[in-house]
């Protein structure tokens, strides 16, 4: 691993105008549970500058493959099987290395492995739903799985989710922590959603679309989806206002 | 015309969703023999330096109602004020503490509670000390973008007295929104989502 200089500038401001509103009448959940007052800034200190790092050791064999980390010897899970991969980039552009990814997701019948979720469509026994890698040091990543379904939820009386995997990520400011959703490429369902569109701008739920991408593709094994993340960018700590104290 | 600066936008935010367990805490959530514990379970050893202390949480939202499949992280100094973090160049961290927790809400209850150390004081970038606090992010269904809060403590009066983040508060009548209140061994905090004991939640 090269040996870089730590950045510890402050991130760029976060634009709330791309990002969803906290109110979005269309996702009913939110009404309750939206704050309503306006949330207050304060320039960038240790403690939104730093943040936790995980090291590779945490990571398991199996942890980026969610075909095989929940299935029994010599079993695996139910569903066409895909790779997603991808750079995680701050907003200069940059790879972020070290980006510990958590994914999870439905199965292929959209049923989700946990006891609040009463979905009809059956359990796959050797389907657990949960992955984790961490980017290498110019910012990619990848992991297998299935692709998940589409599943019907309470909202109104016939809202589905387009078929989607769960995304959590530390860039390396705690300030950077982003949760987010992927999309697949040519997925009708996508545009009926009312959580994609708590998103205002069509562009920001287009880079949440993850393209098929057939020259990655694993002939005869698995195709291939790409996927690239972006977090807050850093202001350079070249033009950096250093106060005593600091 | 102009150069274009070519800078990308951050990926939009989704919400965590009702199934964030699956992803974050796979053991609390029921789905076992993935990983063998869930991360930021348990961030204090019996080697951390510091004052032992623990705090009991809730995030009730506009209609009084403790939201029972939330989850928040926390990111705090250690006791003498420095951060676990590759950012922080000011001195090491103690090294039996990673500073970085992860909390699911019961399933039943809403509860929170977790053990951690009283952090010591950091600079606030002007030099002035910022009073002891851990930072919060709370995701759960219903949020869309994960939100920033920190929790400060009732029993550091003048600490807090003095903090450039509490007394830049316009409405200092809301610093109360921020500061955990002693009751016997634990720190209580309730975050309000909505409503007149909103919290304050940061734009940073
Ligand atoms: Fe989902």
């Known amino acids: 691993m090269r040996n870089v200089r730590p950045e510890t500038g402050g991130f760029f401001q976060r634009d709330r105008t791309w990002q969803p509103p906290a109110f979005t009448p269309g996702y009913k959940t939110s009404v309750m549970r939206s704050p309503q007052r306006a949330p207050v800034s304060f320039p960038h200190t240790l403690s939104e500058t730093t943040g936790p790092v995980f090291g590779h050791h945490i990571l398991g064999e199996r942890d980026n493959d969610l075909t095989l980390n929940f299935a029994k010897p010599g079993e695996s899970a139910i569903g066409p099987r895909i790779i997603v991969y991808g750079r995680v980039l701050d907003e200069r552009g940059a790879g972020v290395s070290n980006v510990l990814l958590e994914f999870w997701q439905a199965n292929a019948g959209g049923r989700y492995r946990h006891k609040k979720d009463g979905y009809l469509a059956p359990l796959d026994p050797n389907f657990g739903g949960c992955g984790r890698t961490i980017t290498d040091a110019n910012g990619n990543y990848f992991f297998r799985t299935i692709m998940p379904g589409a599943y019907p939820w309470p909202n109104g009386i016939n809202d589905w989710r387009p078929a989607h995997i769960h995304f959590s990520l530390f860039g390396h400011g705690f300030v950077q922590r982003l949760i987010t959703q992927m999309y697949f490429d040519g997925d009708p369902m996508i545009w009926q959603c009312p959580i994609v569109a708590t998103i205002p701008e069509r562009r920001a739920i287009e880079g949440l679309i993850a393209a098929l991408d057939m020259q990655a593709t694993v002939p005869m094994d698995a195709r291939a989806y790409k996927f690239d993340i972006v977090l807050r960018g850093r202001h350079s700590t070249l033009f950096e206002n250093r106060m005593e104290g600091n | ?204």
């Open chain 2, 1 to 204: 015309m102009v150069q274009e600066l070519r800078r990308l936008k951050e990926s939009a935010s989704q919400t965590a969703g009702p199934y964030v367990h699956i992803g974050l805490t796979p053991n609390f959530g029921g789905i076992e023999g993935v990983y063998p514990h869930d991360l930021g379970a348990q961030p204090v050893n019996e080697k951390t330096k510091g004052e032992r202390i623990t705090v009991k949480m809730r995030i009730v939202d506009g209609a009084g109602t403790p939201l029972k499949d939330a989850l928040v992280e926390s990111w705090q100094a250690d006791a003498e004020g420095l951060y676990n973090s590759p950012s922080e160049t000011r001195g090491t961290a103690d090294p039996n503490f990673q500073g970085w927790g992860r909390y699911p809400s019961e399933m039943d209850t809403g509860e929170i509670v977790f053990e951690t150390i009283k952090p010591g004081r950091v600079p606030f970038p002007d030099g002035r000390m910022m009073a002891p606090h851990i930072s919060l992010w709370i995701v759960a269904r219903g949020i869309n973008l994960g939100l920033a809060t920190r929790m400060y403590f009732s029993d550091e009066e003048t600490a807090n007295a003095e903090d450039p983040v509490l007394t830049r508060l316009e409405h200092q009548n809301r610093v109360s929104t921020l500061i955990a209140r002693r009751d016997g061994g634990a720190y209580v905090f309730d975050i309000h989502l909505q409503g007149d004991k909103e919290t304050v939640f940061f734009d940073i």
